[in-house]
């Protein structure tokens, strides 16, 4: 049995964005995880700077032209198979995040233990910081779950899933919760009250929005442990301290077994 050391993380797309993906790459490349899911990242020219810095990941998958389908990158040190972007309704309010043409990146990546689909996700920001079930974008993210949902019914049971991303929904959402389920996910971080969101002084305790959901394939187990990661400030190449990004990285450590 191999462990799976994977990495989720939101990078930011705004502010100085080159400076930090510079550092994020530079930090990855120092690091043992075995497969990174990013979400953000906007700009395929993004995807090359952070391609530039981490050279160890000789797999890159992600979607679109000059603007990136989702913002979503997948860095693998492992072949990355069969892959495909699929978008999520655009329903609720108009905003601006309809840009961003959200939606989850599914890829088959051949581990040394075989098949594993990742599925690397980004779902809609809830404006209210409300997540009571009759909220206007909770109701966008159960659209958004109900998507996902059939993606990951329609993958073979005889392999198994990694969900990973950033949910904007709190653990204990009802959402989550009863997506959680009805796929029969499990979450890794199950119990962990941390939030993934860097607190600030507008929203002092943030929930977790960030999660990794695994599902084991037919009569196999697929367990682990996470912890958060790029916590704290770090030095750009100019000198600067700056956070990676607003939200913490979440690194897993699955093990598959018979």
């Not at 860095?75 to 995040?97: D, K, N």
């Not at 809830?126 to 966008?140: G, H, L, Q, S």
Request: aromatic share 6%.
């Amino acid at each position: 049995m191999t462990a799976l050391r994977l990495l989720t993380m939101n990078t930011l797309f705004t502010g100085d964005v080159p400076a930090r993906l510079r550092a994020l790459g530079a930090a990855l490349e120092r690091s043992d995880h075995d497969i990174v899911c990013l979400q953000e990242v906007m700009f395929r020219r993004h995807a090359r700077l952070i391609r530039r810095a981490a050279p160890a990941y000789r797999h890159v998958a992600c979607s679109g032209g000059v603007l990136l389908k989702g913002g979503l990158v997948l860095l693998s040190r492992w072949p990355i198979g069969r892959r495909r972007f699929v978008p999520y309704p655009m329903t609720g309010p108009v905003r601006g995040e309809f840009l961003m043409r959200k939606g989850a990146q599914v890829a088959s990546i051949a581990t040394p233990d075989g098949e594993l689909v990742l599925v690397n996700t980004h779902l809609s920001a809830n404006r209210d910081d409300d997540w009571a079930p009759t909220n206007r974008y909770t109701r966008i993210a159960r659209a958004e779950l109900a998507r996902l949902d059939g993606l990951i019914a329609a993958i073979d049971p005889s392999v198994p899933v990694v969900v990973v991303g950033d949910l904007n929904l709190p653990r204990d959402s009802a959402a989550l919760t009863d997506f959680v389920s009805a796929t029969g996910l499990t979450d890794v971080l199950a119990g962990d009250t941390r939030p993934t969101y860097r607190p600030t002084p507008r929203w002092p305790s943030p929930p977790a929005l960030d999660h990794i959901l695994v599902r084991a394939a037919a009569g196999e187990t697929l367990t682990g442990d996470a912890d958060l990661v790029f916590q704290d400030k770090v030095t750009l190449s100019d000198g600067r301290q700056a956070h990676l990004s607003d939200h913490y990285g979440v690194r897993a450590r699955l093990i598959r077994s018979t």
